[in-house]
Structure formats: C-alpha cells, structure tokens
C-alpha cells in the first residue's frame, strides 16, 4: 500500500524552539507539498517541492523553511516556532500535475502544539 | 491570484437525502480534483476531472466540471452516514503549475 508517513502524530513544542517535521513518501513522487489545515480555514500551503533541491513558497511561507535532499523527504523546519504556529501540519506528495495519476497522497498528520 | 470558492461551508442532512457541494474559480482551470476527509482524518483523492463539461460517477457520487471549466460540483444520491466528512475541491490554474489551489471544504453532517 502507498504511503506518506509524517514523524509524529502529536508533537508539544517550547515557543523559540526550532522544530523538524519529516515526510516521507514511498511511491517515487516528484512533487512533495507541506500545508496546514486550521479550523475555518481550509488547507493552506506553506511550500513545496516539484524536485530534489527545489523549493517554492506557496501561501503562507513566512516563519518557515524546508529542505529536500532525497527525493522520497520533505521537511519542514520552523525556524522559531511561535503559539501562531499551533496547528494541523499535512504532508502531501503527487506525480506532476496534470498526469492522469497526479492526485495527491496525504500523511496522517501532525497536530503541533506551541506552548 | 487564483482562488477557488467553494459553498456551502457547512451542510447538514438527514440519512436518505442528497448533498451537493459547489466549487467555482475566479479563473479557468485546467482540472479539478476532489478529496474527502473524514473527522479526524486525513484528505483522500477521489477523482479527477479534465474535459469541459466532463460528468464522472462513483457508485452515488457525481462529479461534473462546468463547460467554461471554471467550476464543478459534487452531487452525492442518498446519503449514508459514511458520508460524513469535508469535501474539498482543488483546482490547477496556470498551464503548467504543478500546485493545486484547495477550496475551503464543505462539511457534511448527517441525521441517521
């Protein structure tokens, strides 16, 4: 079965910590995608990646960084992570838009706490 | 930029009755996907939809994307209570964009 497995499910950080979220898909996609899912507000992507070592920002990329390195990880790093930060943190990955299988794949999620 | 609206935002239903869910873009997409999350779950793909006025079936779920291929809706026949959940629509804008813009997700609630 094909899977994006995030880290954590749960996840209770400090204000100022620096915080890694990890994704990893197994199903040899070239796209990986990093949202959060607020209350109200939908899914609201934060960045993505349509390539090893390439990044775009999307919505709401401020506070945030990520890195790929390999093809199947995306990470997220909150650089300093603040209460704003608390949320719902989805990871998705998809074959290139527009191909007949480019539906995205999600993880479980990472629900994070900023105390 | 792109923005896709999708309502209602909320839709409560008795067990039988049917559901739709409407998605409109403020410009011309190039597909449409739909998604259904379920209470504490994740989003899951359920279809895909690419030609002007294409109509898709999944046993009591209709999908249609509009003829000016800027909006579509989701009609569900008699819903059961496994229905329940969020519906989110997301469409591709610009001809090669390899993101999908998310409508904000209506959520189904039903009466057993």
């Known amino acids: 079965d094909v899977k994006v497995t995030q880290s954590s499910r749960y996840l209770v950080k400090r204000t100022g910590e620096k915080v890694f979220l990890e994704c990893v898909q197994d199903m040899d996609h070239e796209n990986m995608f990093w949202y959060r899912q607020d209350p109200g507000l939908g899914l609201r992507l934060i960045y993505f990646?349509?390539?090893?070592?390439?990044?775009e920002k999307g919505d709401i990329p401020e506070g945030y960084s990520v890195s790929r390195e390999k093809k199947e990880r995306f990470s997220l790093i909150l650089e300093s992570a603040s209460t704003n930060q608390t949320s719902m943190y989805l990871c998705?990955?998809?074959?290139?838009?527009?191909?007949?299988?480019?539906?995205?794949?999600f993880g479980s999620g990472t629900r994070l706490t900023v105390v | 930029g792109q923005q896709v609206m999708q309502i209602p935002q909320y839709q409560h239903v008795q067990e039988g009755e049917d559901f739709t869910t409407y998605c409109n873009s403020s410009t011309t997409l190039s597909n449409i996907q739909w998604y259904k999350q379920r209470p504490g779950g994740h989003p899951v793909f359920l279809i895909q939809l690419v030609k002007s006025g294409e109509v898709k079936k999944q046993k009591r779920l209709t999908f249609q994307f509009g003829e000016a291929k800027k909006n579509s809706s989701l009609h569900i026949t008699a819903t059961q209570t496994t229905d329940v959940g969020t519906y989110f629509c997301a469409g591709r804008g610009v001809q090669g964009a390899q993101k999908l813009v998310f409508g904000q997700g209506t959520r189904l609630t039903i009466n057993p």
């Open positions: 998705a990955s998809s074959f290139p838009i527009g191909t007949a299988l480019s539906g995205y794949t």
């Open positions: 990646s349509y390539d090893v070592k390439m990044k």
